[in-house]
């Protein structure tokens, strides 16, 4: 019974010495940091807002609340690949270092920026994930936690997109057998992850960042765990993404830890100050540090559990909303103490001011474009010809096709992912002709349609769609000639439709828009003559121009 | 130039694109123009004719009453319609070259609207060629039958070549 007796009792000196761990405030005895943020994009990505920024809230809350040494926390912004490496070798020797007198060392790999399937985008250049993978694995550490938020350029979210997760972690479960290994991500490989204007960072990484700040803390021992982090960053990931035009974003968990057990990141209940939510508090609160705006951090509590947010001492601003009514609070949260929010205390304002939840949604987008037309040479225009008209020359034409003028302004709006309406005047026909006895004749047509698009999304750059449309248009024509004895001068209306079916593509590289590019056929029977000919202003044309994107916050 | 009848303006491709719509019947409108024995003279028509009208291309070499060359006008509704003349007959003089008048008369009743009248020359390889006769006084001639007067003598200026004189 001894050896059992001595067996329980070590195994119980072992338990109170890992639970004193709950008040240490270092995760593991030696512990690195990799931070790297590159907001540009690579060929047809879009530049990314807030990737640097996270990058520097993660690393700062690392030396905050996770107990890194700051000389452990390499922090590169916008690096090349090869700055990467190199700072990943350089570390290489000290882990060397550690595993030789027998020291545990962690290294925490955190990446925010574009991504494709198979590699990070670092502006210009790629970084591929097999590289990387290799690189972090030749590392002799004990634990090894790499979270990527990886992003390709999207619609207006500024979407994100990989399937690095999957690729990454599959592949690294096989040459880590013998470490603990885990990679978390900000989606699976087959969704966009997407950065919010309100939260001015992406939306996994900011409740990456406020799960460690406490509000993932599920069993209230004061310390995040990997698991509780996760837990919380992929709910709430999930929650905000939803309602996005990218649509929900489901973010991604693998461990192969080996023995490590539960891994804490954070220790919040040992930071210096905190911002309290009381167990009968229920509402959706944003806390943004004061002056600068800053979101630290969202939340969205239910009654029933007390919420303790870490943060650092200073001054706070705290929105709350619930249900149709909306507070405004002001928060002084001094150095080793802590503030409740207290409903009490705060200030009523309009539900508008409460910025709501979720990413701006395109509604409304804008065109503006210039084209080529060749409307068919009918009878119309053959019988102008038989008396002795010829069109002018013009820059770009020649004898046998009018000036290049065609014109289109509208607005389109997006009724779902891939359909939308529009609506758009135009200037459809115009040509110039003339005469030897100095007579001068033109017209110019008109049209106001409306019309029905569709969309496909071919990249998250390039967007193919195909229309139809219909409308009420307007032919103008004017003669001039000088005669002996009189001069005329005579201009004409004539009304009648306009119609066209087109397709074309929409390269949208930026926030804004981009270009659009689009050929149809047309059909706009409208403008008569005496002799009963009627001019169709429609055939084929092209048009290019500009497409201006307007998203809404909702 | 109007010689015989009326016309009035009237609208054509567009209301305000005047042409000359031909009244009643008869009407003659002409233009002057040159011959020679190496180019066609053509004769182009935009207009609206209608069968009825009876309107004939005449050409009346020396403008002295004559007409050696004519060819009725089909109907048409606003198509270009182009006529060849062919050239006259003077290999007796070289290089000379006569007066003559076009001619558009309006013989019937039906109704004619002219837009467009051009007269040009054109390079032509002609088989058949308009021998004058009736020569005017004056004109070179080959032969006495061949002048009004009966008479052809010797010209004064141009050595070999004959022209008609009064009698």
Same mark, same amino acid.
């Given at each position: 019974?001894?050896?059992?007796?001595?067996?329980?009792?070590?195994?119980?000196?072992?338990?109170?010495?890992?639970?004193?761990?709950?008040?240490?405030?270092?995760?593991?005895?030696?512990?690195?940091?990799?931070?790297?943020?590159?907001?540009?994009?690579?060929?047809?990505?879009?530049?990314?807002?807030?990737?640097?920024?996270?990058?520097?809230?993660?690393?700062?809350?690392?030396?905050?609340?996770?107990?890194?040494?700051?000389?452990?926390?390499?922090?590169?912004?916008?690096?090349?690949?090869?700055?990467?490496?190199?700072?990943?070798?350089?570390?290489?020797?000290?882990?060397?270092?550690?595993?030789?007198?027998?020291?545990?060392?962690?290294?925490?790999?955190?990446?925010?920026?574009?991504?494709?399937?198979?590699?990070?985008?670092?502006?210009?250049?790629?970084?591929?994930?097999?590289?990387?993978?290799?690189?972090?694995?030749?590392?002799?550490?004990?634990?090894?936690?790499?979270?990527?938020?990886?992003?390709?350029?999207?619609?207006?979210?500024?979407?994100?997109?990989?399937?690095?997760?999957?690729?990454?972690?599959?592949?690294?479960?096989?040459?880590?057998?013998?470490?603990?290994?885990?990679?978390?991500?900000?989606?699976?490989?087959?969704?966009?992850?997407?950065?919010?204007?309100?939260?001015?960072?992406?939306?996994?990484?900011?409740?990456?960042?406020?799960?460690?700040?406490?509000?993932?803390?599920?069993?209230?021992?004061?310390?995040?765990?990997?698991?509780?982090?996760?837990?919380?960053?992929?709910?709430?990931?999930?929650?905000?993404?939803?309602?996005?035009?990218?649509?929900?974003?489901?973010?991604?968990?693998?461990?192969?830890?080996?023995?490590?057990?539960?891994?804490?990141?954070?220790?919040?209940?040992?930071?210096?100050?905190?911002?309290?939510?009381?167990?009968?508090?229920?509402?959706?609160?944003?806390?943004?540090?004061?002056?600068?705006?800053?979101?630290?951090?969202?939340?969205?509590?239910?009654?029933?559990?007390?919420?303790?947010?870490?943060?650092?001492?200073?001054?706070?601003?705290?929105?709350?909303?619930?249900?149709?009514?909306?507070?405004?609070?002001?928060?002084?949260?001094?150095?080793?103490?802590?503030?409740?929010?207290?409903?009490?205390?705060?200030?009523?304002?309009?539900?508008?001011?409460?910025?709501?939840?979720?990413?701006?949604?395109?509604?409304?987008?804008?065109?503006?474009?210039?084209?080529?037309?060749?409307?068919?040479?009918?009878?119309?225009?053959?019988?102008?010809?038989?008396?002795?008209?010829?069109?002018?020359?013009?820059?770009?034409?020649?004898?046998?096709?009018?000036?290049?003028?065609?014109?289109?302004?509208?607005?389109?709006?997006?009724?779902?992912?891939?359909?939308?309406?529009?609506?758009?005047?135009?200037?459809?026909?115009?040509?110039?002709?003339?005469?030897?006895?100095?007579?001068?004749?033109?017209?110019?047509?008109?049209?106001?349609?409306?019309?029905?698009?569709?969309?496909?999304?071919?990249?998250?750059?390039?967007?193919?769609?195909?229309?139809?449309?219909?409308?009420?248009?307007?032919?103008?024509?004017?003669?001039?000639?000088?005669?002996?004895?009189?001069?005329?001068?005579?201009?004409?209306?004539?009304?009648?439709?306009?119609?066209?079916?087109?397709?074309?593509?929409?390269?949208?590289?930026?926030?804004?828009?981009?270009?659009?590019?689009?050929?149809?056929?047309?059909?706009?029977?409208?403008?008569?003559?005496?002799?009963?000919?009627?001019?169709?202003?429609?055939?084929?044309?092209?048009?290019?121009?500009?497409?201006?994107?307007?998203?809404?916050?909702? | 130039?109007?010689?015989? +009848?009326? /016309? *009035?303006?009237?609208? =054509?491709?567009? @209301?305000?694109?005047?042409?000359?719509?031909?009244?009643?019947?008869?009407?003659?409108?002409?233009h002057?123009t040159t011959l020679n024995?190496q180019t066609c003279t053509r004769f182009s028509?935009?207009?609206?004719?209608?069968?009825?009208?009876?309107?004939?291309l005449?050409l009346?070499v020396?403008?002295? +009453?004559? /007409? *050696?060359f004519?060819? =009725?006008?089909? @109907?048409?509704?606003?198509?270009?319609?182009t006529f060849v003349v062919p050239p006259v007959?003077?290999?007796?003089?070289?290089?000379?070259?006569?007066?003559a008048?076009l001619?558009?008369?309006?013989?019937?009743?039906?109704?004619?609207?002219?837009?467009?009248?051009e007269v040009g020359t054109i390079?032509c390889?002609a088989?058949?060629?308009i021998?004058?006769?009736?020569?005017?006084?004056?004109?070179?001639?080959?032969?006495?039958?061949?002048?009004?007067?009966?008479?052809?003598?010797?010209?004064?200026?141009?050595?070999?070549?004959?022209?008609?004189?009064?009698?």
């Amino acid at each position: 019974m001894r050896p059992v007796l001595l067996a329980l009792l070590a195994m119980l000196a072992i338990f109170f010495a890992s639970s004193g761990a709950a008040a240490q405030t270092r995760p593991h005895p030696i512990a690195y940091a990799v931070v790297v943020g590159s907001n540009p994009g690579g060929a047809g990505q879009q530049q990314l807002e807030y990737a640097e920024k996270d990058a520097e809230r993660v690393a700062k809350l690392l030396v905050e609340l996770g107990g890194y040494d700051a000389q452990r926390v390499r922090l590169l912004l916008r690096p090349d690949a090869g700055r990467v490496l190199a700072t990943l070798d350089g570390l290489k020797r000290q882990f060397e270092a550690h595993a030789s007198r027998g020291e545990d060392a962690l290294l925490f790999f955190y990446y925010s920026g574009h991504a494709r399937a198979d590699a990070l985008n670092l502006g210009a250049q790629t970084l591929r994930l097999g590289t990387l993978r290799q690189r972090l694995t030749a590392l002799p550490a004990t634990l090894t936690i790499t979270v990527l938020d990886a992003c390709q350029s999207g619609a207006f979210s500024r979407a994100k997109g990989a399937s690095r997760a999957a690729d990454f972690s599959y592949n690294s479960m096989q040459a880590l057998r013998t470490r603990g290994f885990a990679v978390m991500a900000s989606s699976t490989e087959k969704e966009l992850s997407q950065e919010s204007d309100e939260l001015k960072s992406s939306y996994f990484t900011h409740h990456f960042l406020v799960g460690l700040r406490g509000a993932g803390d599920h069993n209230r021992d004061g310390r995040v765990s990997l698991d509780e982090v996760y837990r919380y960053a992929y709910a709430r990931t999930l929650a905000a993404t939803a309602r996005t035009a990218v649509g929900g974003q489901h973010a991604t968990l693998e461990t192969e830890l080996m023995g490590q057990g539960d891994v804490p990141l954070s220790y919040p209940a040992a930071a210096d100050a905190h911002v309290e939510l009381a167990p009968d508090f229920d509402g959706r609160v944003l806390l943004q540090i004061q002056p600068s705006g800053s979101v630290i951090a969202e939340v969205t509590k239910a009654k029933g559990t007390q919420l303790t947010l870490a943060v650092p001492s200073g001054s706070y601003s705290a929105t709350v909303k619930r249900g149709e009514k909306a507070w405004s609070c002001e928060l002084d949260v001094k150095s080793r103490a802590g503030v409740t929010l207290d409903l009490g205390r705060c200030t009523a304002v309009a539900d508008g001011s409460a910025s709501a939840k979720g990413a701006g949604r395109e509604v409304w987008n804008f065109e503006v474009g210039f084209g080529f037309g060749a409307p068919p040479e009918d009878a119309y225009v053959k019988h102008l010809h038989t008396f002795g008209f010829s069109e002018s020359y013009g820059p770009l034409i020649t004898q046998r096709w009018c000036e290049p003028a065609l014109f289109t302004s509208g607005a389109e709006r997006r009724l779902t992912r891939g359909l939308g309406v529009f609506a758009r005047f135009q200037i459809i026909d115009h040509c110039e002709f003339r005469r030897l006895d100095s007579a001068e004749f033109s017209y110019y047509a008109y049209s106001l349609d409306a019309g029905v698009r569709g969309r496909l999304e071919l990249l998250d750059w390039l967007t193919g769609y195909a229309q139809v449309e219909i409308g009420p248009a307007l032919g103008v024509t004017h003669l001039s000639a000088a005669g002996t004895t009189e001069t005329i001068e005579s201009e004409e209306a004539n009304f009648g439709f306009h119609t066209r079916a087109s397709a074309g593509l929409m390269f949208l590289p930026w926030k804004l828009g981009g270009f659009f590019a689009e050929a149809g056929y047309a059909y706009a029977p409208l403008i008569e003559n005496e002799l009963g000919d009627v001019h169709d202003s429609g055939g084929f044309a092209v048009l290019i121009g500009f497409h201006i994107r307007n998203t809404r916050t909702e | 130039m109007l010689e015989q +009848g009326r /016309i *009035e303006r009237a609208p =054509t491709w567009h @209301e305000k694109d005047y042409g000359a719509r031909m009244l009643d019947a008869p009407v003659v409108i002409s233009h002057p123009t040159t011959l020679n024995d190496q180019t066609c003279t053509r004769f182009s028509l935009v207009g609206d004719v209608e069968a009825e009208a009876q309107l004939v291309l005449e050409l009346d070499v020396y403008d002295n +009453g004559p /007409i *050696e060359f004519e060819e =009725t006008i089909p @109907e048409t509704r606003w198509e270009k319609q182009t006529f060849v003349v062919p050239p006259v007959d003077l290999n007796f003089a070289a290089q000379a070259i006569v007066s003559a008048s076009l001619r558009l008369h309006k013989r019937g009743a039906g109704n004619v609207v002219l837009a467009r009248l051009e007269v040009g020359t054109i390079p032509c390889v002609a088989t058949t060629l308009i021998t004058l006769r009736d020569i005017p006084d004056g004109e070179f001639c080959p032969s006495a039958d061949r002048c009004r007067s009966g008479r052809c003598e010797p010209s004064p200026s141009v050595p070999g070549v004959g022209v008609c004189v009064a009698p």
